[in-house]
C-alpha cells in the first residue's frame, strides 16, 4: 500500500505537470488570435490587462476575493491593483517569461465572474 505521504507528493506532481503543459510562452500572433475570444482584454507592457470598474469599493472587493478563488485553484495567481471601486488586472507566466494560455484560462474565468 501507498503511505499518505507518497500519495499527497503524486497527487501535487500530477496536477503540476498538468498546469505544465499549459506554461509555453505564446507568439504574438497567438497572442492576438486568442485575443479575439476576449474583446475587453488588451496587452500592456508584456501582459495581459483588463480594467474593471464597480459601483462602490466593496463591489471590487468582492469580486477580487473571487477571483482569488478560482486563480488559487487554477495555481496562476493575478497582478492587480485595487483603488476603491475600480481593479486593474495583468496576466503573465513568470515561469515562461509571458504570455501562456493558463493567461487566457485565468482571463476567461474573471470575465465570467466580472458578468455574472
Not at 486563480?71 to 483603488?83: G, L, R, T, Y
Request: charged content about 20%; some cysteine.
Amino acid at each position: 500500500m501507498l503511505s499518505a505521504g507518497i500519495v499527497h507528493y503524486a497527487h501535487i506532481h500530477l496536477k503540476a505537470a498538468k498546469h505544465m503543459s499549459n506554461h509555453n510562452r505564446l507568439d504574438a500572433d497567438e497572442i492576438a488570435a486568442c485575443l479575439e475570444s476576449i474583446p475587453e482584454w488588451t496587452v500592456e507592457d508584456g501582459k495581459l490587462f483588463r480594467a474593471f470598474a464597480f459601483s462602490e469599493f466593496v463591489g471590487a472587493f468582492g469580486f477580487m476575493t473571487s477571483v482569488a478563488i478560482v486563480a488559487e485553484k487554477q495555481n496562476h495567481h493575478p497582478e492587480w491593483f485595487n483603488v476603491y471601486n475600480k481593479v486593474r488586472v495583468h496576466l503573465t507566466t513568470h515561469e515562461a517569461g509571458g504570455i501562456t494560455e493558463n493567461d487566457f484560462i485565468l482571463a476567461r474565468s474573471i470575465d465570467k465572474i466580472y458578468t455574472s
